[in-house]
Nanobody, 121 residues
Framework: QVQVVESGGGLVQAGGSLRLSCTAS????????MSWYRQGPGKQREFVAR???????NYADSVKGRFTISRDNAENTVYLQMSSLKPDDTAVYYC???????????????WGQGTQVTVSS
């Protein structure tokens, strides 16, 4: 019913910047919020940033001040602008969307396949 696709990952040097994109498509009635999570090697998946339909955003302490989350006019695409990147930011970054689809009464979570971000020393 819903497809969530991330893009923009790659290899950057420490201190550099990278911009990730995520687009949700399908039988979407409304998107309550969109979020970014990441999972580094040997680690559990962790929350990175979230933006609501009303435009409110919040961040994990580890990225606050360095990462910025935003969305497009249609609110079907979310971006993550990452700056001052550190080797510890190396992870697979996943997009999550909390979506109401046609014929449903409740919202559900939808996940993308992830995009690799590697930060070299």
């Amino acid at each position: 019913q819903v497809q969530v696709v991330e893009s923009g990952g790659g290899l950057v040097q420490a201190g550099g910047s990278l911009r990730l994109s995520c687009t949700a498509s399908g039988r979407i009635v409304n998107i309550n919020s969109m979020s970014w999570y990441r999972q580094g090697p040997g680690k559990q998946r962790e929350f990175v940033a979230r933006i609501t339909s009303g435009g409110s955003s919040n961040y994990a302490d580890s990225v606050k001040g360095r990462f910025t989350i935003s969305r497009d006019n249609a609110e079907n695409t979310v971006y993550l602008q990452m700056s001052s990147l550190k080797p510890d930011d190396t992870a697979v970054y996943y997009c999550n969307a909390f979506i109401l689809t046609t014929g449903r009464l409740t919202y559900n979570d939808y996940w993308g396949q992830g995009t690799q971000v590697t930060v070299s020393s």
